[in-house]
């Protein structure tokens, strides 16, 4: 997962309709404080699960969290095993977005490789619409590499040039977690082992619909306790020199936020990400 092959050339900038250039990522949102989340109650949808004919009716009105962010131990398998650590933000302002997913592999201080996942977007009835997402490879003794994917009304321009319809609720790769929570908020029925939800999801290279099951109820055991999630994975298996895969565990005690994710190229280069504390959240506004 350390290696990731150099963006093509883009295609002219007014191409699109974009909320800034391509060549400059957009500013971020807000410096606030984070205090510590407590555990949220097991939703009533989830601690007994709904049967197959019941709606989503029963679902609790959704309010997006307040600024949020989750840290990581990192364990894994790059040429050797590898230790290291991670974090996801959450911000929002108004109706915009921001998503970070940073994985950094060695000690924080000199990491050898880091890899940064930025969506920016926009908050809508249907969820995130993604506008822009940037990914950033930076490893020790080489070049930065970075990929942009730009989200139009209509088109989307991939990093390597290709341009391409929008499907309908289309994630990239760092909104995607946020996205699954707002759909398992939202629909609390499909977060039921032997469900699966579709997801139209936009890589750097390429556009397709995947599916993620659930696989079932585990408990994770983590430095602040025991904690019980379901196991969400895509049905699919990682590919050589292909895309990435991301499995995920969430927790409905922790606002269904994914307290393990596993990122895996192949059979032989993945990490494991283990929630480390409780998730910090700014106050509500």
């Known amino acids: 997962a ?4 150099a963006s093509a050339a883009s295609a002219p900038d007014e191409v699109l309709a974009v909320p800034s250039p391509a060549s400059e990522p957009l500013p971020p949102i807000g410096d606030e ?7 949220l109650p097991a939703p009533a949808s ?8 019941e709606g989503e009716a029963d679902a609790a009105p959704f309010d997006w969290p307040p600024s949020t962010q989750l840290a990581y131990d990192l364990t894994g398998n790059y040429r050797g095993p590898v230790q290291g650590q991670a974090t996801v933000e959450w911000l929002r302002e108004g109706p915009r977005y921001q998503v970070h997913l940073e994985v950094s592999i060695g000690p924080s201080f000199a990491p050898l490789v880091t890899r940064r996942l930025s969506s920016d977007g926009e908050v809508t009835e249907h969820g995130l619409r993604p506008r822009r997402y940037d990914e950033t490879t930076r490893a020790a003794f080489r070049d930065p590499k970075h990929l942009t994917v ?9 990093a390597n040039g290709r341009e391409g319809p929008v499907p309908p609720g289309v994630q990239d790769s760092a909104s995607q977690f946020v996205q699954l929570t707002w759909l398992f908020t939202t629909q609390p029925s499909l977060l ?3 469900k699966s939800v579709q997801l139209p999801l936009a890589l750097p290279r390429s556009a397709d619909v ?4 659930v696989i079932g109820h585990e408990t994770l055991h983590t430095r602040f306790g025991d904690i019980e999630t379901l196991h969400v ?6 590919r050589p020199g292909k895309e990435l895969t991301a499995e995920m565990w969430v927790a409905p005690t922790l606002q269904y936020l ?7 190229q192949d059979d032989d280069t993945w990490v494991d990400l283990l929630i480390r504390q409780l998730p910090r959240q700014s106050a509500p506004t």
């Open 258 to 264: 994914p307290v393990r994710i596993v990122i895996r």
């Open 2 to 5: 350390a290696s990731a092959p």
């Open 210 to 213: 995947w599916t993620y099951d």
């Open 233 to 238: 994975k895509p049905r699919r298996a990682p």
């Open 33 to 39: 404080q984070l205090a510590q989340a407590n555990p």
């Open 192 to 194: 039921q082992p032997g």
């Open 150 to 158: 730009q989200f139009g009304d209509d088109v989307i321009r991939f």
């Open 46 to 53: 989830t601690a007994s699960a709904p049967s197959a004919g």
